[in-house]
């Protein structure tokens, strides 16, 4: 069973795993059977969903009202985490000539009343700033936190993709704590283990979110000299750990990082929720850690 845990020191209790909803649009599923597949990773804890105005050409924050709407008692036990700042050239939108970020005021409330229309909710548990805007002015974006938590339309803030500059930037102008930084952490990808964004969290007690666990599929799949390293040495250690799948193994090794990281899953079947469930049992040496380093690296540490 997945436990809550407080994701930072003035922040909320999530699931240690958080379902995501990404691809909800490709899951071809209807209005029941999105509300089914809620209730059965609820079951296991996963209490904790992630989502982005953006996701599925704008249309998987409505596509998961749908279901919760068929049970509105479901919102008391689930919370909501989305994303708002990435402006896509879509049919929607045929005015915009290139995709651009926005972090304005005029913006954030913008997306956020639309938000919770979308998914048919009066409140946000947790709203991230999805990408870096390179125009953002921290007092503006401050300020619009605190009239969204102030009117209770959000309770919580925190942002995905910062630097640790960035994430400091922000931090020094709000008046609510962020919660987390939402950052791509997989056996492929070591940028946030190496630029010291990990690091930055685990002085200040905040625990990231994880996205891409699974490298996007390129772990199981990908033909690069560096991913077959990778797959050949996670099979290695899922033999000598008692692991069914290297997907178990990939979370082991996501949350053996001392930051203690939240991995989203990306699937909608139940089953392949069950695995990242099945890896919280599992735990990682030191050295099997490092050998997937290397695995990757294609060299030593030293």
Known sequence: M???????QQGPDL???VQGYWRLAEWNMT?????????????????????ADIYGNYECETLFGEGLKLDPSIRSQIEIVTKCDINLCTDKFPKRKVNYYDTSSAHIYESVNNSLSRLG???IDVLLIHRPDALMNADEVAEAFSELHKVGKVKHFGVSNFTPRQFDLL???????LVTNQVEINPLNFDVVDDG???QLQMQR???MAWSCLGGGSIFSGATEQAKRVRAELDLIRKEIGAKTIDEVIYAWVRRLPSNPLPIIGSGQIKRVETAVNALSLELTREQWYRVWVASKGHGVA
């Open 2 to 8: 997945v436990s809550k845990v407080t994701i930072a």
């Open 15 to 17: 699931s240690e795993l």
């Open 31 to 51: 209005p029941q059977q999105r509300l089914t597949f809620l209730k059965q990773h609820i079951d296991l804890g996963i209490t904790t969903v992630d989502h």
């Open 121 to 123: 909710v009066e409140q």
């Open 206 to 208: 905040v625990r990231p």
């Open 171 to 177: 931090q020094s102008r709000v008046s609510k704590p």
């Open 197 to 199: 964004t990990l690091d």
